[in-house]
């Protein structure tokens, strides 16, 4: 983890209130900052979202079953 980062837990929420965490944290996102993304599914609307915004993501599966995303913007 990083000093410019944001962590998001989206983990055990109901719909849709871990996109709306994570769709909030982006609008305070600045440059050099990235945004850790925590959840227990595949996020597949924010997905869409995230490359018509052109925002960089890389998503990773960990040993849990959930999955960390890690968002820096465009």
Do not use: C, W
């Not at 965490?21 to 850790?36: I, Y």
């Not at 995230?50 to 998503?59: G, N, P």
């Amino acid at each position: 983890m990083t000093l410019a980062e944001i962590v998001v837990d989206g983990r055990g929420l109901e719909h849709p209130e871990p996109l709306e965490r994570v769709l909030a944290a982006l609008d305070e996102l600045q440059p050099g900052q990235q945004l850790r993304f925590l959840i227990h599914r595949q996020p597949y609307p924010l997905y869409d979202i995230l490359h018509r915004h052109h925002y960089r993501y890389k998503v990773t599966e960990v040993t849990d079953g959930n999955f960390e995303i890690l968002i820096s913007p465009p």
